[in-house]
């Protein structure tokens, strides 16, 4: 007999795949399309929100939906892991509705309905993930995730957008399945399981199994998830920049990208397990190898002028802070990193959504043709602002909870080359985003502006940036629900 929890796990997972029917028999009717798709979003939240009394009271709970063979099942779990991914998603869908509609309809974007529907579709593919019970469960859904975005990034239908779109499919679905599924094959056959394991520490690989054999699945499992935007596979995220602002939101923020992640932190503390991994030695390499990721992405960023562009590789070097977190082992270091993905979440969200609001007001992409647009535009800005201070990892806001933890991690660890790389990305991190933020508010608006006379974008656009940046405020102040979770999920 499923409790009315489990049960309400499953609603969670049907709620964004019913609103993409909805949407598309709606298609013809905008108003009522995007009332969908918002009742949708909101019926999704309240479904995550309600499961978290009993996840913090230390229940996980799960769902069965078939089993093909034993120990090999399409099945779902809510834990303290896929708690903070589940609620960082759900919310800032939400959010992303309401400015998606400002956004599109501003810009008289086409095919507004399948855009919607395939949104829909790929919140319903990073639930899946965030509630996946094992291996092949969470495989089934991050490919979900990788088909249904596909129509966004060549949304343009134009040579840019389907050359973006086709490296995005080529690239992650060529990673999964030649990486991902050969490894869950090989770990079904040596464990007799894909399910997770119930904690951190013991992974589900049984002992005996060779090193080699061990370290070569890791490896699979690390690279084939290329959503994670680890180097060298990170060059679909950037091409993936053709897309509207509101897709890079979705790839950067609340999907795409964090199904990458999430899916990595997961398979590295449940199917391998903290004490596998630190009896092989493979989490300060793994770090190591991050790193590379984090100070490459970072010095990329700084040399492009394009605003979205720079936000890209931003999200490629923010993003390995997560995975350089649960590599370390540390209780803080993990901690730190799993608070990244709700912290990184809310303040990527919000650049995004303000570089939409400046194309809105302005149809202006580059960060040399922004100065002086500050003093115009000072909630958007502003909001900007906040959410590079989370980037930097600087009080009050979220980011500085986990560089706060990364840092006492790096110490714990004892690792000193982790802390240096720590602390010149944060350098790097400011030298990127501080000149945007100056010259907007400082800096001397263009000659060829004479005449113009900017202003904020529609409130449908502004008010979502302004709710998120404010929530990235509060959960720097308030991390108490989150860091509990990532607590609990810690080994």
């Not at 990673?175 to 119930?198: E, H, Q, R, W």
């Not at 977190?325 to 799993?338: D, F, K, Q, R, T």
């Not at 001397?444 to 008010?463: K, N, Q, R, S, T």
């Amino acid at each position: 007999m499923q409790t009315h929890s489990e049960i309400r796990l499953l609603l969670a997972i049907l709620a964004p795949l019913v609103g993409a029917g909805l949407v598309m028999v709606a298609g013809k009717k905008p108003n009522l399309r995007e009332a969908v798709s918002f009742v949708a979003a909101v019926t999704l939240f309240i479904l995550v929100a309600s499961l978290v009394p009993a996840v913090r009271a230390g229940q996980a709970l799960h769902y069965t939906v078939f089993e093909l063979l034993p120990g090999l099942s399409v099945s779902l779990r809510a834990d303290s892991l896929s708690m903070i991914f589940a609620l960082t998603a759900s919310f800032l869908w939400v959010v992303a509705v309401f400015y998606s509609a400002g956004y599109m309809r501003s810009l008289h974007e086409h095919a507004q309905t399948r855009f919607n529907t395939c949104f829909a579709l790929a919140i319903f593919g990073a639930i899946g993930c965030a509630f996946s019970d094992n291996l092949l469960t969470l495989y089934l859904f991050y490919e979900i995730v990788s088909v249904c975005t596909y129509p966004l990034v060549a949304h343009h239908q134009d040579e840019e957008g389907y050359e973006g779109g086709k490296r995005y499919l080529i690239y992650l679905t060529t990673a999964a399945k030649g990486l991902i599924l050969p490894a869950m094959v090989l770990i079904y056959v040596l464990s007799g399981t894909l399910d997770f394991a119930t904690s951190a520490h013991p992974g589900i690989l049984p002992a005996g199994v060779h090193n080699g054999v061990i370290i070569a699945l890791y490896a699979c499992c690390i690279l084939g998830f290329a959503k994670n935007g680890v180097m060298p596979l990170h060059h679909w995220l950037p091409g993936a920049m053709v897309a509207p602002t509101p897709v890079s939101a979705l790839l950067h923020a609340v999907a795409v990208v964090k199904v990458g992640v999430f899916s990595t932190v997961r398979v590295m503390l449940y199917v391998f397990g903290s004490d596998l991994m630190a009896r092989l030695h493979l989490g300060l390499p793994t770090a190591y190898f991050v790193s590379i990721t984090i100070l490459v992405g970072s010095i990329v960023a700084l040399s492009k002028d394009d605003l979205k562009a720079r936000l890209a590789y931003s999200t490629v070097s923010q993003l390995s802070y997560i995975i350089l977190g649960v590599a370390l082992l540390s209780p803080a270091a993990v901690e730190g990193g799993l608070f990244q993905i709700a912290a990184h979440a809310f303040a990527k969200i919000t650049l995004f959504f303000c570089a939409g609001a400046i194309y809105v007001s302005t149809h202006k992409k580059k960060i040399s043709e922004m100065s002086g647009l500050g003093r115009a535009m000072p909630f958007t800005f502003g909001a900007f602002a906040i959410a590079s201070l989370s980037m930097i990892g600087a009080p009050p806001v979220g980011g500085f909870i986990s560089k706060f933890y990364l840092l006492v991690g790096s110490l714990d660890a004892g690792s000193g080359g982790i802390l240096a790389v720590l602390i010149v990305s944060t350098l790097l991190n400011a030298a990127y985003f501080v000149p945007v933020v100056y010259q907007g508010f400082f800096g001397d608006a263009p000659a060829a502006d004479a005449g113009h006379h900017y202003g904020e974008a529609p409130l449908a656009v502004l008010i979502p940036l302004c709710v998120t940046a404010l929530i990235s405020v509060l959960i720097g102040i308030f991390p108490g629900l989150i860091m509990q979770f990532a607590q609990a999920a810690a080994p």
